[in-house]
């Protein structure tokens, strides 16, 4: 396959998440997933047309053959089809077990695409990465700098400032997955306008997290911050000191940034947000939270085999938490993929997709402890990408937003990508 079909595709797949919900009198979906899955299935199909001419199965799959890991999720899938024995809607369960299927798809052409020879997987990352933060980030910010700046507003959270995601939320965490590549360029790159845009971009990006005012995607964030300074603690060099000058530099600009905007508020928007968070009778979304949480754990006990089918919390839910909906609200996520996993596939398709996810930032961990030179290198930026998406995770549900799953996904072929004897490893 020729290099820039490649790169068409990769890219087809990485920015899948920018088709909008709606185009002219074409077509409208309420939830722009559905578009971005359709787009998904059919590129799929596209795919893998194009590599069965140029290759034969057997090499298509040696995904499996050459990373065992990858068959944990598919053991996931293969529970969430068992699971729709026992669905109350099953229905519902082929719609969401034919969504995994695509992202299952999805994952293995990836894989695929980013072992070919003709490419530099981690440059076409990279500049993926770049692109796609400057395209969210610089429009967020414009649509706050036209509201408060322009229009003489004040600070707010509100889904007019979501970009190309379906709420705010999403929005701060996709960019939260995207800033550990930006730091890992800032700390590698030795060609000077990359250096420079990249840190162009750090600004931006943190700029808009702050803007967007998530508390999970700002504890994310610091929980970058943190670790890349202690990395630069291992081994201080002349190198490192002046990367993170500069990281810290634009972390200082991207703050004060934020006071302007912040100008016309009495005080600050972000302080406000966490003035609650370890109160959950003062803040709704966190009381929400805990019985979901409870909800769960309680479906769990009462279904631990099989679970209740997947795709089915959506509809379970209302029954244990029929006490908190209000008007027509229905807890459709429960706020924690793993718990949400579990409860519908049961514990051992559960844990299957915990190992998917978790395996990476271990074993990642490992190296980096094992590497005597401490570098910010690909195990560090493995580390920063799989601790986002566990977080964001545990709180709440990207596993269903093609926007942060695809994401994963070319970070898992990034994570295979650095491990040459990664099957002795998995041994």
Known sequence: MGRNLTYLLLGSYFFCYTIPQSIFNLFYVYDRISVHFLFLAVLNLISLILILRKNTLD???????????SYSYLLFIVFGLISILVAENKIESIVTITQLLIFFSSFVIIVFLS??????????FGVFTLMAVFIESIYINYLFYDSIIIGGTSLDRSNEFRGFTANINISSFSLCLKIPLLFYLAFNTKVNTVKVSTLIMIFSSILTILLLGGRASIIALIFILLLIVTVCLFKINKSKIVNLSLSILMI???LSAYQYFNQNNISSRVVERFSNVFNPIEDQSVKERLSYYSAAFQSIKNKPLLGI???????????YSKDLIEDYKVPYHVHNDFLQVAAEVGLFGGIAYLYFILFPFVMSIKKFLLDREKKFNQYVLIILIFGVYVFDSLLNFPMSRPVNFIYLLFAMALFYASYKNNLNDEK
């Open 59 to 69: 090499e298509f799959l040696s995904v499996f053959k050459e990373k065992p890991h």
């Open 115 to 124: 072992k070919l020879k003709n490419i530099n997987f981690v440059k076409v």
């Open 252 to 254: 200082v600009l991207s």
């Open 309 to 319: 089918g997947i795709g089915n919390w959506k509809l379970i839910s209302i029954e």
